[in-house]
């Protein structure tokens, strides 16, 4: 078969969401709706202590007052706020102390996605705190981490086991007011991770969480804290994917990073969450707010892969506060269909000598439109601020969009700041070029893509890279190569 | 190998090709020569199999089969190589890794294992030094940045790797200094056998000089209009197309 534009688009047409299955276990889910007393009543459910109740009634008291935000180059029916559940747990009998005691049908959906904790368990170097529907229900690997004093919990379980730490640095980076969706989140988080690393620890093997929404029409409200302390290491690898729904389902999660003195977080994400339908119906709401913190010589690395959800908005960002630190955004967003990206970073130079690199990659296919939104942001005493910007865009077929919206503010005129941008669409010549050396459309399209996320998909983790490099094929090609 | 009965072939109801019929053989060399615009890269193209392309009269046979049905992957899998005029520039994607997955997808169409590594590393380094190419080279990203003369090397550095029954190089003398011209030329005479052949498309007959033909055919506005042997090419040389088509009319 040769091809030609309209070949492209049915095939990019008739990709399935792979993961579209719904697993079958008790929960304890909430009425909908909002005010008050749910969020109180999370609070008693997770019998959390009296200061983390009144954190969140304040969350909710100024989330009430707030507008949701429009400026993004998005459209979609707005979620009823009332019409959402905003707690479900898997019901448990007891904690688990062996894997055989979890729901069976719980380790099935691992083992569908082909995470069985099993064999990741065996997997040398990666521990996974399991995250479904709200609630971990299993955390491996713990033994190694804590004989280096690391701490990786769920959030609710660092609350009350190490409310010092939580109390601290929980909203210090991205305050319970700070936006819409991170005070909606402040108010009715359901679940999360926690890490701690401790001064001067190497953490030892990467962190890893899965994601997965699984209740029909729960919203899942995520809460995220790393702390790496002076001169420490993590890499923290995120990945997600969710079951097929015909309903929007939404996704407001707060992550926030905090790098101590010469501290650096690498934190890495995977979200194939369901994209919608390709007729647009259904999918995921991805409202996120992700920022971190770098102290002086500290660094920050955002590695994001993004092929899922239909409307994502998302900005993970750096506040570079000490003097040579380092902020970095690397970035895939593939949209689909009439998937709807709005995504990029903000980096916000405030101290001396900081630098930050932003590279970019949108890929859009289908009738989907694929936005970068930047700033860079130079302070007055941020002497010798460096800025590099490179954001490509790549497009498939006629009807979609790519759309550029980078912000620069310098206040500093030492500041060194550049910025690139390329468009370039996958043309017929070059999918002919690969046919005449025996390459098929669909890998050819593969290779195309690949080859240009390269410089991202290099920034991965090893087992991440893999993976993700699987996701962008099953994203984008009409079966799984 | 390759026969070419009647064809007709145009685009967009445009008719470009107006009856073409070449028989060419396993070991043997033609060249097909005419000036701009008479319908040699159409016909690579239509040999190829590219889509935008259509057949309206004649057929195309590869080894006795029709190529009609074939999709220019499927061509390929079946030794059909074409060196291109102008090739495309695939970003991210060095011309190892490229060269890797068409030489296994073409196995795995062939009902073949992957080729083992080791067995890939010592074909590169062979094919490699074949044509004089810095294995540096082979890391960049396929024809990005490259300068026309080593876009031309890279495309018969893919030919020796990817070891073809026919061989279509269009306009590969375009752009090509002397010194590419001769290590190029050099490439194709090592990869001559008695078991495949070359079609050389050209406007000049430079190429020619490095790279003997059996045969020579003259294109003129979408037909063959003249066959001879190598010493045609330099009487085109010499005498230009108008000769040919004064010819071609006085007949």
Redesign the interface.
């Known amino acids: ?4 534009e309209e070949e492209l688009k049915k095939e990019l047409e008739t990709k399935e969401y792979e993961y579209g299955f719904y697993t079958d276990i008790e929960s304890d889910t909430f009425p909908v709706g909002l005010n008050e007393e749910i969020v109180r009543a999370i609070s008693r459910k997770k019998e959390e202590p009296e200061w983390m109740t009144e954190w969140r009634v304040e969350a909710f008291k100024a989330w009430e007052q707030m507008i949701e935000p429009e400026w993004a180059n998005v459209t979609y029916k707005k979620p009823d706020f009332q019409n959402i559940s905003y707690y479900s747990a898997p019901k448990k009998k007891d904690k688990y102390n062996s894997l055989d005691e979890v729901d069976p049908e719980l380790l099935e959906t691992f083992n569908k996605l082909g995470i069985s904790l099993d064999e990741q368990k065996k997997l040398a170097g990666v521990a996974i705190d399991v995250v479904m529907d709200s609630v971990s229900v299993a955390t491996t690997f713990k033994k190694t981490l804590a004989e280096k004093g690391i701490i990786f919990c769920s959030i609710s379980e660092a609350i009350k086991e190490h409310p010092e730490l939580v109390k601290k640095y929980i909203g210090s980076v991205v305050p319970k007011k700070d936006n819409f969706y991170a005070a909606l989140n402040s108010a009715v988080f359901s679940d999360g991770s926690f890490c701690y690393i401790p001064k001067g620890v190497r953490c030892p093997m990467e962190l890893s969480t899965y994601f997965r929404i699984n209740q029909a029409g729960t919203g899942q409200f995520e809460r995220t804290l790393v702390i790496a302390d002076e001169g420490s290491y993590v890499s923290y690898l995120e990945g997600c994917t969710a079951p097929m729904r015909d309903e929007n389902q939404l996704h407001a999660a707060v992550v926030e990073l905090i790098a101590l003195e010469d501290a650096e977080i690498k934190y890495s994400t995977v979200q194939n969450w369901f994209p919608g339908g390709k007729d647009g119906k259904g999918g995921v709401y991805n409202f996120v707010t992700k920022r971190g913190l770098c102290e002086t010589n500290a660094k920050i690395s955002w590695t994001q892969v993004e092929t899922g959800s239909a409307i994502t908005w998302k900005y993970p960002s750096c506040i570079l506060k000490g003097d040579n630190s380092v902020g970095e955004f690397y970035s895939i967003a593939v949209t689909n269909n009439y998937q709807q990206a709005d995504t990029g970073t903000k980096m916000i130079h405030l101290g001396k000598n900081t630098r930050s690199t932003i590279i970019s990659k949108g890929i859009s296919a289908g009738k989907s439109q694929n936005s970068y939104r930047g700033l860079v942001q130079i302070n007055s005493r941020a002497e010798n601020a460096r800025n590099f910007s490179q954001c490509d865009s790549l497009l498939m077929g006629n009807d979609c969009g790519a759309h550029t919206f980078p912000y620069i503010e310098a206040k500093n005129k030492t500041a060194q700041i550049e910025h690139e941008a390329t468009t ?1 669409k996958i ?4 999918i ?10 669909e ?1 050819a399209i593969a ?2 893509v ?6 991202v998909l290099n920034k991965l983790p090893m087992e991440f890279a893999v993976e993700a490099q699987k996701l962008l094929e099953i994203s984008l090609e009409g079966s799984v190569g | 190998m390759l026969k070419i009965n009647n064809l007709h072939a145009g685009v967009e109801g445009k008719e470009i090709l107006k009856g073409i019929n070449i028989e060419v053989n396993a070991g043997e060399v033609h060249a097909i020569m005419g000036p701009n615009g008479s319908g040699k890269s159409t016909l690579s193209s239509v040999i190829a199999g590219k889509e935008e392309f259509e057949v309206t009269e004649g057929n195309i046979l590869f080894q006795g089969e029709d190529v009609e049905e074939f999709s220019p992957e499927e061509r390929a899998h079946k030794g059909i190589f074409l060196s291109f005029q102008y090739p495309v520039e695939i970003p991210g994607v060095s011309v190892t890794n490229f060269m890797k997955t068409a030489i296994n997808e073409t196995r795995k169409a062939q009902g073949l294992e992957e080729m083992p590594a080791n067995e890939m590393l010592k074909k590169i380094r062979e094919k490699s030094e074949l044509l004089e190419i810095d294995r540096k080279f082979l890391s960049r990203s396929l024809n990005e940045g490259f300068s026309g003369g080593e876009k031309k090397r890279n495309e018969i550095f893919q030919m020796a790797m990817l070891e073809p029954k026919l061989a279509i190089l269009d306009e590969t003398d375009s752009g090509l200094d002397i010194d590419a011209l001769r290590i190029v030329s050099n490439g194709v005479n090592r990869l001559r056998s008695k078991d495949n052949a070359v079609v050389v498309i050209t406007h000049y007959q430079r190429l020619l000089d490095y790279i003997v033909p059996d045969f020579v055919h003259v294109l003129l506005d979408g037909k063959i209009v003249k066959s001879g042997g190598a010493e045609l090419a330099h009487e085109l040389e010499e005498k230009g197309y108008d000769w040919i088509k004064q010819e071609k009319v006085s007949n």
């Open positions: 078969m040769a091809y030609t370039s043309g017929e010549d070059q002919f070029y690969c046919n005449q050396r025996g390459i098929d459309t890998k290779l195309i690949n080859g240009f996320s390269k410089e």
